[in-house]
């Protein structure tokens, strides 16, 4: 990906359940919603916990615009001292002015997007997080197939699912081998909730 000197992307809306329902919320809001198509649920711009901004995904780059000028010194050539003041005398070329071009977006077109788990200014899980693994936890509550050994160890490795961390792919692997055991309907319904690259989905 390429990534301009300013970030553009723009304020994203996302459901509390996580559904993408607008991408640039200010820069081309009518796509807002209060309430999202998918699933009801109210939408959101900002995080509870901070009130910073959802950041959407990137927007193309549909080409590029002046922004200003800027002058370049001429060739150095050489210098000569003063032999009354000592004062040093730099001798350059003409200098010349250039245009500057900065990039355009367009609030249109995106890059892929994976909606962010944590909020980057307090570090909290967005809604849609908690949620997915709280979800995930029910599931796991109810399967009768599962031991309580195996429900306690899911439990605490779902939660590593949701962040990309080091620890991520081996929790990954551990979940993985329990759900062998688990029924159909809850390793199923446990793709659905935690959307994780490790498992095969993207977020959505
Ligand atoms: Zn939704
Ligand atoms: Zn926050």
Request: aromatic share 8%; with cysteine.
């Amino acid at each position: 990906m390429y990534l301009p000197k300013e970030d553009l992307r723009d304020t994203a809306q996302v459901c509390l359940n996580g559904h993408l329902v607008s991408p640039a919320s200010t820069k081309n809001p009518i796509y807002n919603k209060r309430y999202c198509e998918q699933c009801s649920a109210s939408t959101v711009t900002s995080c509870q916990n901070c009130a910073a901004l959802v950041k959407g995904p990137y927007p193309a780059i549909d080409g590029k615009e002046p922004d200003g000028t800027e002058t370049i010194p001429g060739f150095y050539f050489g210098a000569s001292v003063s032999r009354r003041t000592g004062t040093v005398n730099h001798m350059r070329g003409p200098s010349t002015t250039v245009t500057k071009y900065k990039d355009v977006p367009s609030y249109e077109v995106f890059e892929d997007y994976q909606r962010p788990n944590f909020c980057g200014e307090c570090g909290q899980p967005y809604p849609w997080t908690t949620a997915s693994v709280e979800a995930a936890q029910e599931l796991v509550a109810e399967d009768e197939n599962l031991s309580e050994v195996d429900k306690a160890s899911l439990d605490k490795d779902l939660p590593a699912l949701v962040s990309d961390t080091p620890q991520t792919p081996a929790a990954t692997e551990r979940v993985r081998k329990v759900l062998e055991k688990a029924g159909n309907a809850t390793a199923d319904g446990l793709r659905v909730c935690i959307k994780s690259q490790y498992f095969g989905n993207k977020a959505s």
